[in-house]
């Protein structure tokens, strides 16, 4: 559906566009909803649109060979999803995304998008931002997968996100450490074990961050 330009004043990447570029986006501008477990995109399928996460969340993942899923990152509302590969119109999607949540989508017309971010630096500027935070994420894929063993996954996502740590199931945790629930609880008994963490009734309370951090640093 159609947006009004007071929509893209609750979003921070819009918070330095005119007047006049806020009404000229809300004109190539639509708001999708999506439901939790519908896919947005399968990887290496073609844009021509750029997409924003308005509210909701998603997960991006890739399929092996053997159709096992390979969990990559989670996108949160307020995000950016779409990847820009180039400033030449070429937005690649190289895995997967499926909703977790019931969320809105905010689809923009590239061509558009690309002319007002092109000319407005404070603009392009928010747009770096969201790039930059797409590379870290990419970072802690490769720690995560390459550098990383079982305790290390464990201790950083800790370490770096313990509300979302303790707001997830156990089985949710392991899939997005790509480890067996099993392997999850003996670490997690381990890092009891050495005081690093304690269970504060119903979630897990850190007592001891430079133990947790001396575990993947």
Request: charged letters at 25%; one cysteine or more.
């Amino acid at each position: 559906m159609a947006i009004s330009s007071e929509y893209f004043e609750n979003h921070q990447l819009f918070f330095d566009l005119s007047t006049e570029e806020i009404d000229l986006l809300a004109q190539v501008t639509t708001l999708k909803k999506f439901y939790t477990g519908n896919i947005l995109y399968y990887e290496k399928d073609k844009q021509d649109s750029i997409y924003y996460l308005a509210s909701g969340s998603l997960k991006i993942y890739k399929v092996d060979r053997l159709d096992n899923e390979i969990f990559m990152y989670n996108i949160n509302k307020g995000s950016l999803i779409s990847e820009i590969t180039d400033l030449d119109g070429n937005i690649g999607c190289f895995a997967n995304a499926e909703f977790t949540k019931d969320s809105e989508v905010l689809v923009f017309d590239y061509s558009t998008f690309k002319d007002i971010f092109s000319t407005n630096n404070k603009f392009l500027l928010n747009l770096i931002k969201e790039f930059a935070k797409k590379t870290k994420m990419l970072q802690c894929i490769i720690n995560r997968e390459i550098v990383f063993d079982g305790t290390a996954k464990v201790a950083f996502m800790l370490a770096h996100d313990l509300e979302s740590f303790n707001s997830l199931k156990k089985g949710e945790i392991a899939y997005m450490l790509n480890i067996q629930p099993e392997t999850l609880s003996r670490i997690l008994n381990k890092l009891f074990r050495n005081n690093y963490i304690q269970n504060d009734g119903q979630n897990i309370k850190i007592v001891d961050l430079d133990g947790l951090k001396s575990c993947y640093e």
